[in-house]
């Protein structure tokens, strides 16, 4: 017979993670925060990148090389990119988790999202590391 | 029955009754705010910046690949439709930024008073328009 004294404990642990915020998506707030971090870091690298596009816009392919060869050049804007594909990723995620209801679809659209600004971050990531290294 | 909007106010009562009450806010009936159609231009905007980063791109690898394939990318930003389409891209993210700005003010707590939305409703679409003609002032003059 079960001695009625002892207490029967599986788990040493309380639910305060749970009550944190890391309930049963287990990721609490990070994509919320994710968007406002990359959303402060664009405002100075927005202004920036307007200011650059207006500079080069008008410039032949040699020049904008030489213009990335530029180390300071070449990291604002890698961190532009790194910046604005993930503030893409993570609204579009939102707009798509507000109207596509079907699961399949759903799930398979946010695949989709994840995998297009993946590539597109590192296609452009690329190119911008050529150009500063080889021009 | 007049017009449209009394034939969707027809809702039914806890008995099953059919009767005559105002349902929630219909798109077809109900006059949207200036708050309500800035706040969905945030994400209209937000989806069609998501959809300018692929110029970027064929222009950052097209730079990174040969003067042929450079040539072709500045030739499209110059005809009409690619001067229409950076004007719209350019509006849009100033749009973005200024109601972006905003939003991050919303997100620590200020400017949520009705007067206040009024006003930064204000400055949100005088700071898209200053900061759009501003940008296409300096491009046209750096040509």
Same mark, same amino acid.
């Given at each position: 017979?079960a001695?009625p004294?002892?207490?029967?404990?599986?788990?040493?642990?309380?639910?305060?993670?749970r009550?944190?915020?890391?309930?049963?998506?287990k990721?609490?707030?990070?994509?919320?925060?994710?968007?406002r971090?990359?959303?402060?870091?664009?405002?100075?690298?927005?202004?920036?990148?307007?200011?650059?596009?207006?500079? $080069?816009?008008?410039?032949?392919? @040699?020049?904008?090389? +030489?213009?990335? /060869? *530029?180390? #300071?050049?070449?990291?604002? =804007?890698?961190?532009?990119?790194?910046?604005?594909?993930?503030?893409m990723?993570?609204?579009?995620?939102?707009v798509?988790?507000?109207?596509?209801?079907?699961?399949?679809?759903?799930?398979?659209? $946010?695949?989709?999202?994840?995998? @297009?600004?993946?590539? +597109?971050f590192? /296609? *452009?990531? #690329?190119?911008?590391?050529? =150009?500063?290294?080889?021009? | 029955?007049?017009d449209?909007?009394?034939?969707l106010?027809?809702?039914?009562?806890?008995?099953?009754?059919?009767?005559a009450?105002?349902?929630?806010?219909?798109?077809?009936?109900?006059?949207?705010?200036?708050?309500v159609?800035?706040?969905?231009?945030?994400?209209i905007?937000?989806?069609?910046?998501?959809i300018?980063?692929?110029?970027?791109?064929w222009?950052?690898i097209?730079?990174?690949?040969?003067?042929?394939?450079?040539?072709?990318?500045s030739?499209?930003?110059?005809?009409?439709?690619?001067?229409?389409?950076l004007?719209?891209?350019?509006a849009?993210?100033?749009?973005?930024?200024?109601?972006?700005?905003?939003?991050?003010?919303?997100?620590?707590?200020h400017?949520?008073?009705?007067?206040?939305s009024?006003?930064?409703?204000?400055?949100?679409?005088?700071?898209?328009?200053?900061?759009?003609v501003?940008?296409?002032?300096?491009?046209?003059?750096?040509q």
């Amino acid at each position: 017979m079960a001695n009625p004294n002892k207490v029967d404990v599986a788990v040493m642990r309380s639910m305060l993670s749970r009550a944190r915020g890391l309930g049963a998506a287990k990721s609490g707030t990070a994509h919320w925060w994710g968007q406002r971090v990359t959303a402060l870091a664009l405002i100075p690298l927005a202004v920036w990148f307007v200011a650059t596009i207006i500079q $080069l816009s008008h410039q032949p392919r @040699a020049a904008v090389a +030489l213009w990335m /060869a *530029s180390p #300071i050049h070449a990291a604002l =804007l890698l961190a532009l990119l790194a910046a604005m594909f993930h503030h893409m990723q993570l609204g579009l995620a939102v707009v798509i988790e507000d109207y596509v209801h079907a699961n399949r679809t759903r799930v398979g659209s $946010l695949l989709l999202v994840k995998a @297009a600004t993946g590539l +597109l971050f590192l /296609a *452009s990531a #690329i190119s911008v590391v050529r =150009l500063a290294v080889a021009g | 029955m007049s017009d449209v909007r009394e034939a969707l106010m027809v809702g039914r009562g806890s008995t099953g009754k059919p009767v005559a009450r105002p349902l929630s806010p219909h798109l077809q009936v109900y006059r949207l705010p200036l708050t309500v159609i800035l706040s969905i231009t945030h994400r209209i905007t937000g989806v069609g910046l998501a959809i300018g980063t692929l110029v970027l791109v064929w222009w950052l690898i097209a730079a990174a690949s040969s003067d042929a394939a450079y040539a072709l990318v500045s030739w499209f930003l110059r005809t009409p439709v690619g001067y229409l389409l950076l004007f719209g891209w350019s509006a849009a993210l100033w749009y973005h930024f200024c109601n972006g700005l905003r939003h991050l003010g919303w997100d620590f707590g200020h400017g949520f008073e009705l007067s206040q939305s009024r006003a930064s409703n204000r400055m949100v679409l005088i700071g898209t328009v200053l900061f759009t003609v501003l940008t296409w002032i300096i491009g046209l003059a750096a040509q």
